[in-house]
C-alpha cells in the first residue's frame, strides 16, 4: 500500500480527489501553516492509504486538483517509489534517488513552497 498525507485547504475551489479508492482512518488539525507566503494558518491533515496499483491514477487526479498558487503539494509513497505531486506536475522516482529529489525540491523551490516545507519522506 501507498501512504501519504493530502491537506485538504491544498485542493483548489471546484477541485475533486475520487479517482482512487483512499483508505482515511483520521482527519486532524494543525496550525502549522506559513501566513506570510499566502497559506493559511490552520491546515487539515487526511494521512491516507492507497492500492499500490493506483498509485499512479491517485497523482494524476491529484495534479489536477491541487491549487496551483502557494506552492501546494501532496507527496506519497510505495515501498518503492516516492510520488512528490504539484498542480500540472507529478515527480515519480525510486526511493533513494537522490538526483530525481533535488529535481523535485529545485521544482518546489520555485513555485513557493518554504524551505522548511520542503520536508517530504523517502
Known sequence: MASGNLIAESIRIGGSVEAAPLIVEKVYRVEVGDESVGQPRVWTFIPFEVPDRDAASLADTLSAALEPVGGWYCDFR?????????????????????????????????VGVPEGQIDWRE
Not at 105 to 110: M, N, Q, V
Open 78 to 110: 510505495t515501498a518503492d517509489e516516492t510520488f512528490v505531486v504539484f498542480f500540472r506536475r507529478i515527480f515519480r522516482y525510486h526511493r533513494g534517488n537522490r538526483a530525481a529529489r533535488a529535481e523535485a525540491e529545485e521544482y518546489a523551490r520555485s
